[in-house]
């Protein structure tokens, strides 16, 4: 299993100028996005690594899966708030209009968070 995208943020420090990552000794990435369009991502094939946050984007849906004791639970992510509405935003702008709208909303949107 490798995830489309994974992401260091606590443990960035842990990994940084590394060219590779050993999974036995490295820390899991603090986050892991799949972006199922052709294949099924099952949630529990991240139980092994503990990866802590797992995006999986489906079905035009973004699921967000925190890793708590043993499993995955359906939850807001940790690391981005509103996340989910922000991708659910962009969706909607990209079915209606063109990807470039897209861009513009986001630049817009993340210029007005600052």
Known sequence: MEPDYCFYIENCRAVVGKKRI???????????????VTSYTDINDYLPYRVPEVWILKSNRL????????????????????????????????NEQ?????????????????
């Open 22 to 36: 050993n999974w036995e000794s490295d820390p899991p990435p603090d986050l892991a996005i799949e972006i199922d």
């Open 63 to 94: 699921l967000i899966y925190r890793l708590l004791l043993e499993s995955y639970v359906l939850t807001e992510s940790s690391y981005f708030p509103n996340v989910r509405e922000i991708v659910q935003q962009c969706l909607k702008i990209a």
């Open 98 to 114: 063109t990807t470039s709208e897209v861009i513009s909303w986001l630049k817009n949107f993340l210029r007005g968070q600052q």
